[in-house]
């Protein structure tokens, strides 16, 4: 059964903090995704990796990074929290190839005070 | 311009019954992907059903299908039997074969199975 897991369902840090969301996934897949959700805007894209060490910006990279150094995990980076940054976090994997379905994790809800 | 477009935020069905809720695109790739994708009141998002864009058959699995109709690039998914499990929101999501692995995901649709 494929997998992906989040290193929290919920997250509360302070304005200024350093905030690190991990994700792993035990597909073996290439492609990892980061996605943010909030009401009335759908999923967008912060980041994706479509291999070790590799990484492209997404639709709303500002504010963000990521870092990529074992195929299996891909790490989102709050390098100083805001209160605008509160959200819903997704992180997915895909094959390369075929269909590229994108499997997601069960999501981290980031509250930023 | 909105690439996926789901036009109905909400929607309402008996249990038991057929419900199609609406999804079109808006791509000049001739190949790409269409997939749906349900996320239930716990946030996980589940991967329901693919289309490809040179598949000729509609893609059914299970209760969904897709009914894709090329020239009027649409992808509306079909849930047959409605249950009080179906009751969630629904995404529809396109990959542009030149664009990689990305998924492009429309606003969602809410579906509310009554009993």
């Known amino acids: 059964d494929v997998k992906v897991t989040q290193s929290s369902r919920y997250l509360v840090k302070r304005t200024g903090e350093k905030v690190f969301l991990e994700c792993v996934q035990d597909m073996d897949h290439e492609n990892m995704f980061w996605y943010r959700q909030d009401p009335g805007l759908g999923l967008r894209l912060i980041y994706f990796s479509y291999d070790v060490k590799m990484k492209e910006k997404g639709d709303i990279p500002e504010g963000y990074s990521v870092s990529r150094e074992k195929k299996e995990r891909f790490s989102l980076i709050l390098e100083s929290a805001s209160t605008n940054q509160t959200s819903m976090y997704l992180c997915?994997?895909?094959?390369?190839?075929?269909?590229?379905?994108?499997?997601f994790g069960p999501g981290t809800r980031l509250t930023v005070t | 311009a909105q690439k996926i477009t789901q036009t109905q935020p909400g929607m309402f069905v008996q249990e038991k019954e057929a419900v199609t809720l609406d999804c079109t695109y808006d791509t000049s790739d001739q190949s790409y992907g269409l997939f749906w994708y349900k996320q239930p009141s716990s946030g996980e998002m589940i991967f329901l059903i693919y289309q490809g864009s040179y598949d000729e058959q509609n893609a059914t699995e299970g209760r969904y299908s897709l009914n894709f109709q090329k020239a009027r690039k649409s992808a509306n998914l079909v849930i047959s039997a409605s249950q009080l499990g179906d009751s969630a929101m629904y995404f529809c999501a396109m990959r542009e074969d030149n664009q990689g692995g990305k998924l492009i995901f429309g606003q969602g649709t809410e579906l509310s199975v009554k009993p």
């Open positions: 997915a994997s895909s094959r390369a190839g075929g269909r590229r379905e994108q499997y």
